[in-house]
């Protein structure tokens, strides 16, 4: 299965395409393609792209446990998806951004 995610380029947060053609901070709430929508993948992709609040934008696997947690294949998503990796830091929101995090 694949996901769509990007990086909001005001706040610098990563996020996720939805099933209703937003973007949200939460892989949970994902839309999720499977191998016969990779034509659907396409075509959002490219209406993805023409946002241009989104960098990064790319397809990524995710693998569904059987109660349901998406999760990301590879581990570079899997610390996008839950934030930083050192104590201290929240991840980063959509909310009141008047900063990208560096």
Do not use: C
């Not at 706040?11 to 990779?38: C, I, M, P, R, T």
């Not at 109660?67 to 990796?85: C, H, K, S, Y």
């Not at 009141?96 to 560096?102: F, Q």
């Amino acid at each position: 299965m694949n996901a769509i995610t990007a990086n909001e380029l005001i706040s610098g947060a990563v996020v996720y395409l939805y099933e209703n053609g937003d973007f949200g901070v939460d892989l949970q709430q994902a839309k999720l393609f499977g191998a016969e929508e990779q034509t659907d993948l396409a075509a959002f992709m490219a209406k993805a792209a023409l946002n241009i609040r989104l960098v990064s934008l790319e397809a990524i696997d995710v693998e569904v446990s059987e109660t349901g947690t998406v999760w990301a294949n590879r581990l570079r998503e899997q610390i996008r998806a839950d934030g930083p990796t050192v104590g201290g830091f929240a991840r980063q929101s959509l909310e009141g951004a008047d900063h990208v995090s560096l």
